[in-house]
């Protein structure tokens, strides 16, 4: 059966959250938790799914912050260790993004236990296995996930369809998202589906064509 993969544009950003599990009505991993427990619990019952992770790519609110809303003794979320202190002190950010300062947004400071990511590892989890790539520049954790088996990138926001993720809000490093860019990203089959935490879904191999960043690298 081929894995399922569904997917909603949710929060002020449109943040994309994904849904993936190995067929309907069994567990489930969530990709990004946007502060929207109703859009991503709607998601899960499209498909009568049961959450047993969730995978966070980055420490920004709109990724993270429904995290606290998802997280029980049964359901474990993932977080690289150098974007937890952003996750649970989202402040710089959200005055960044919002001009809002932390105490202003209810329910956006992570308190939850955040099981830590590590580039190079594998997660086993709710019978699928992803392939962790430690892509840091848009925030110092910021990680991908590679689906092998079904030859996708849950890219986050280190790859958009076009474009790369911003590197201007506090932690952000151009250099270095284009560092990683080249050593994780780039090396991938072309063939690749890259679906990004914001916008629509490509390939690798139309972003190496016509992604004025990629160009740069090739």
């Not at 427990?37 to 992770?53: F, M, N, R, W």
């Not at 064509?209 to 090739?218: A, C, G, V, W």
Request: charge should be negative.
């Amino acid at each position: 059966m081929t894995t399922l993969i569904d997917s909603a544009p949710v929060w002020l950003f449109g943040t994309n959250t994904y849904v993936v599990a190995p067929g309907r009505g069994g567990p489930a991993v969530v990709i990004d938790a946007p502060p929207d427990a109703e859009a991503i619990g709607g998601l899960l019952a499209k498909h009568d799914l049961t959450p047993v992770a969730v995978l966070v790519t980055h420490g920004h609110v709109d990724h993270v912050g429904g995290v606290d809303a998802m997280v029980t003794p049964t359901v474990t979320a993932y977080l690289h260790p150098a974007d937890i202190d952003m996750a649970r002190h989202p402040g710089l950010q959200l005055r960044a993004l919002l001009g809002l300062a932390a105490s202003d947004v209810e329910g956006l400071m992570i308190t939850s236990p955040l099981t830590p990511l590590e580039g190079g590892s594998r997660v086993d989890v709710g019978g699928l296995a992803f392939d962790v790539l430690f892509t840091p520049g848009h925030t110092p954790g910021h990680c991908c996930f590679l689906l092998e088996s079904e030859g996708v990138l849950f890219s986050g926001d280190q790859l958009f369809q076009g474009s790369i993720g911003r590197t201007d809000l506090p932690g952000g490093d151009y250099d270095t998202l284009m560092a990683s860019m080249r050593r994780e990203v780039l090396p991938l089959d072309p063939a690749t589906r890259v679906l990004p935490g914001h916008g629509p879904t490509t390939t690798l191999a139309a972003e190496r064509l016509h992604n004025p960043f990629l160009q740069e690298l090739l």
